[in-house]
């Protein structure tokens, strides 16, 4: 008996192990059933290394620049995931884009802050990046000088976040949007790369900073670092798929093609030319502008051409500058229009004349501006105006 027992208790607890090891097991299954179901999307190609496809993180892809990058990026097979918290950008460029990629592992995106360290963690250690373009910014000159601490926020120290993430979890390429506006004014013309920075608006210096720390981190790491320094861009999609569309409410600090297609369409009361008495043959300011379909090339070629431990900065610009009457005459003759202009004194911080030597991306990456009739690059973009009045529409979430 006492033996039985002891031979019948044993099994009672075995069985009772049995119950819980089984019980156990079907939780897993369960667990790994969810996670494998298509709506909880787990084991995502985004979140694995594949041989031959570069995953690239595009900040700031919602954007003007940074959706013409995405389109380039997909086009070209890459896998892309953006990542914008639409405070400028615009979902119905990522709709665009989602629309004519919508395969599985190829485009994805992110609503979310760079600002927010814990945020962006999150974003890499869920997401296997192979390189990161980061366009994400505030880029108005004048709105720099009204608000700075929104510059160094939204430029200086959120690269610092990207640029801290991308340390973590070894994502080793960087394509960094600089700007011209980084050497302020120069007093030899045309600016090369080594060409002194003395900026002088705070939207140049946060860029000028943001820069520096890239550097500075560069020196003591394998990162492969390109540093692209635009003039000023113009232009949209050849094909007519994505546009510029700024906020209304940042019209008045707006860029001149903006300015200018919005006289055309009459939202404004004829363009402002501020200042015509520049030393420049026709006394306004002179702008190296350059299509953003040659600038989006830069950035793949820089992609392409990145080396581990090497950093290369290049001026991305077409080399030829234009005045702002010459501008305004190609403006008329692309919208058709012929927009009323008022001549107006200076605005304080812009400068006389800058453009680019643009020798050293041509030596070095084999690009150069193909895009070069200002004419026709602004027709583009004027027929996307046309046929978005409202832009992308409202942005909601
Ligand atoms: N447009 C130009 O002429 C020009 C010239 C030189 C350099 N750049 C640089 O190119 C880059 C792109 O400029 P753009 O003209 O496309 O500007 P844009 O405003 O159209 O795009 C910037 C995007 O970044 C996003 N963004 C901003 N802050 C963010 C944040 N904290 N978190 C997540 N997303 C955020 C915005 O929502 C927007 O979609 C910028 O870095 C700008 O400084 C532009
Ligand atoms: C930039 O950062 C400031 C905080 O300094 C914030 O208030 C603002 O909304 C940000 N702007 C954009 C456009 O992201
Ligand atoms: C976007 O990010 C900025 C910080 O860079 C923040 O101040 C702003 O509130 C954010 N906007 C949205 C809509 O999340
Ligand atoms: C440079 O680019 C041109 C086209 O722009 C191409 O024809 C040429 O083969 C390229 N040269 C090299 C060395 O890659």
Redesign the pocket.
């Known amino acids: 008996m006492f033996a039985g027992m002891d031979y019948v208790d044993p099994v009672k607890k075995s069985g009772v192990k049995r119950k819980i090891v089984f019980a156990a097991c079907l939780v897993m299954l369960c667990i790994t059933m969810i996670k494998l179901s298509p709506s909880f999307g787990s084991p995502s190609p985004f979140s694995r290394h594949e041989a031959g496809v570069t995953h690239v993180l595009v900040t700031g892809g919602a954007g003007y620049i940074g959706s013409h990058a995405a389109l380039r990026l997909l086009r070209d097979s890459h896998r892309v995931t953006i990542v914008d ?1 639409l ?2 950008g615009n979902l119905g460029a990522v709709k665009v884009l989602q629309n004519l990629f919508p395969e599985p592992g190829r485009l994805q995106f992110i609503y979310a802050d760079l ?1 927010d360290p814990k945020a962006v963690n999150k974003i890499f250690s869920e997401n296997a990046f192979d390189a990161v373009m980061h366009f994400a910014a ?1 880029a108005y000159v004048g709105e720099s000088t009204l608000d700075p ?2 510059y160094y ?2 430029i200086t120290s959120n690269t610092l976040v990207v640029l801290e993430a991308m340390a973590t979890h070894n994502v080793n390429t960087l394509i960094y949007s600089s700007t011209c506006a980084t050497y302020g004014e120069p007093d030899k013309m045309p600016i090369t790369e080594e060409t002194p920075q003395h900026p002088i608006n705070p939207y140049g210096k946060a860029k000028k900073m943001a820069e520096d720390i890239i550097l500075d981190f560069h020196k003591n790491s394998d990162m492969a670092v390109m540093i692209l320094r635009y003039f000023n861009v113009i232009g949209s999609d050849p094909d007519g798929r994505l546009g510029e569309a700024p906020r209304p409410e940042l019209r008045e600090h707006g860029r001149i093609s903006g300015a200018c297609f919005d006289a055309a369409r009459g939202i404004t009361n004829g363009l402002k030319v501020r200042g015509t008495d520049y030393k420049t043959a026709d006394g306004t300011c002179i702008r190296d502008y350059i299509d953003v379909t040659d600038l989006v090339d830069a950035h793949v070629k820089a992609l392409e051409k990145a080396q581990p431990g090497e950093v290369g900065i290049y001026n991305v610009g077409t080399g030829r500058g234009r005045s702002v009457n010459e501008f305004v005459k190609a403006c008329k003759m692309a919208t058709g229009v012929n927009i009323k202009v008022d001549f107006l004194p200076r605005r304080p911080g812009d400068y006389a004349e800058v453009f680019s030597d643009p020798s050293k991306i041509l030596r070095e990456l084999n690009w150069s501006a193909q895009y070069t009739d200002l004419e026709k690059s602004l027709r583009v973009a004027w027929r996307w105006q046309k046929l978005h009045l409202n832009g992308y529409g409202p942005s909601k979430v």
């Open positions: 918290n405070s400028r600002g505030v601490l929104k926020h939204n």
